[in-house]
């Protein structure tokens, strides 16, 4: 079995957890954009969008650059590997047990049938 950095899982899960965050993902999947930028196309505070920066850039999805006076944000270099992995373990495991599901239920509709009832 596979064993996961917690914390890291933690971070990443937590920065996803917000649609600010992941519009802002987003956005740099685009293009590389200043905090300024960012902070005007989500139509909030410099200080609100520094602190979703923050927290993108504490889990390893954005990172940023300070040329002069302006604060350039980009994808990390860290994807979500691990995260995809993980819960694609559990999306197989649910997926599984809906084909259990299906067989229950086509076997309950086929005694329904055989007993004369639609």
Not at 18 to 36: E, F, P, W
Not at 47 to 75: F, P
């Amino acid at each position: 079995m596979v064993q996961y950095n917690q914390t890291q899982f933690d971070a990443s899960f937590g920065a996803l957890s917000d649609a600010t965050r992941r519009g802002v993902l987003k956005q740099l999947g685009r293009a590389d954009a200043s905090i300024t930028a960012l902070a005007e196309r989500f139509h909030m505070t410099l200080t609100g969008m520094r602190k979703h920066v923050g927290v993108l850039e504490q889990a390893g999805l954005v990172s940023t650059e300070k040329v002069g006076r302006v604060r350039t944000c980009k994808l990390g270099l860290r994807g979500l590997e691990e995260e995809a992995a993980w819960i694609e373990r559990y999306r197989q495991l649910w997926a599984a047990r809906f084909d259990e599901l299906d067989i229950v239920v086509e076997e309950l509709k086929r005694k329904e049938k055989a007993n004369g009832r639609k």
